[in-house]
Each structure stands twice: as C-alpha cells, then as structure tokens.
C-alpha cells in the first residue's frame, strides 16, 4: 500500500508564494510519476505539474513560468514552488503517484488533498 501526505496549503494574497510538499511512503516503484493536481468547486480535476523518477516535467499552461516541480527521489517526496499565485489558483491540490510496472499496468494513489486559497 501506499500512503501520501501533502503540506503547505494554506491563504495568501495575489503574487504571493506558496511550497506544498507530499511525501509518499509505502512500496514506490523505481519507474513513477509524482504530481500535482487541482480541483476548484464545480470544476474537474486537472493536472498542474507532474514529473517522473527520470525527472522529465509536464506543466499545465495555466502554471508554466510560475510554478516549478521538484522532486527528492531519496525522500520519496515531490514540492511544487507556487509564485505570482493568482485568484485563479484557488483549488484544493491533489498528490498523486503513478508507480508503473509496465506500458501496459500502472497502479494510482491519491493523497487527501490541501487547500490554497489566493485573495485578490
């Protein structure tokens, strides 16, 4: 099983900053993909950023040149760096954790997700 504990939502103003870290632990694959994801009310869940074990990054449109995804493969944990946030980032942000054993199976977990609330 594994186990994903998300920090560093929280409230702040526009073109303030925010870092939410996750921290998986349980039985990681050696080939994964760690990421971020956001739901706003009434509104899908989308991805923001996600980046794999080989370290190759995606970024939503919306973020790209604001947000910045890292990862510590050691800790099993995965940051998103928040900066010129924007009303329009308010949303409850989801971990989430593809551990892939193959092109064909992979296995998904969600952590219980942090709310970030930009003021305008």
């Known amino acids: 099983q594994v186990h994903l504990v998300e920090s560093g939502g929280g409230l702040v103003q526009a073109g303030g900053s925010l870092r939410l870290s996750c921290a998986a632990s349980?039985?990681?694959?050696?080939?994964?993909?760690m990421g971020w994801y956001r739901q706003a009310p009434g509104q899908q869940r989308d991805v923001v950023a996600e980046?794999?074990?080989?370290?190759?990054?995606n970024y939503a449109d919306s973020v790209k040149g604001r947000f910045t995804i890292s990862r510590d493969n050691a800790k099993n944990t995965v940051y998103l760096q928040m900066n010129s946030l924007k009303p329009d980032d308010t949303a409850v942000y989801y971990c989430?954790?593809?551990?892939?054993?193959?092109?064909?199976?992979?296995?998904?977990?969600w952590g219980q997700g942090t709310q970030v609330t930009v003021s305008s």
């Open positions: 989430k954790l593809k551990n892939i054993q193959s092109t064909a199976l992979s296995y998904i977990y």
């Open positions: 980046m794999t074990s080989g370290g190759m990054t």
């Open positions: 349980g039985f990681i694959f050696s080939s994964n993909v």
